[in-house]
């Protein structure tokens, strides 16, 4: 069983900064890419950044320049350095792996952190 475990989320002002952590346990084999999504209320579930297993990024252009995506493999772990954020950051974000496990290969969900921006 594969869990993803999401931590970090919470409230921060406008032009604040929060960092996400991401952790993935279980019977995993290989991890090929692990990410960020973000859902704002009555909106779809958008991707914010990507990271793969060998270390390319990609991000939304809306947190370019803003939000760094990084892992650490020996530990299963992303994190999402946000900063400068702006109530438009507003989301539940959820943490995304796509991985090989006993199943398998993949897609994986956290249950999603609560990030709220606002003064």
């Known amino acids: 069983q594969v869990q993803l475990v999401e931590s970090g989320g919470g409230l921060v002002q406008p032009g604040g900064s929060l960092r996400l952590s991401c952790a993935a346990s279980?019977?995993?084999?290989?991890?090929?890419?692990m990410g960020w999504y973000r859902q704002a209320p009555g909106k779809q579930r958008e991707l914010v950044a990507v990271?793969?297993?060998?270390?390319?990024?990609n991000y939304a252009d809306s947190v370019k320049g803003r939000f760094t995506i990084s892992r650490d493999n020996a530990k299963n772990t992303v994190y999402l350095q946000m900063n400068s954020l702006k109530p438009e950051d507003t989301a539940v974000y959820y943490c995304?792996?796509?991985?090989?496990?006993?199943?398998?290969?993949?897609?994986?969900w956290g249950q999603g952190t609560q990030v709220t921006v606002s003064s």
């Open positions: 995304n792996a796509d991985l090989r496990g006993l199943p398998g290969r993949s897609n994986y």
């Open positions: 279980g019977s995993i084999f290989s991890i090929y890419a």
């Open positions: 990271i793969t297993s060998g270390g390319s990024t």
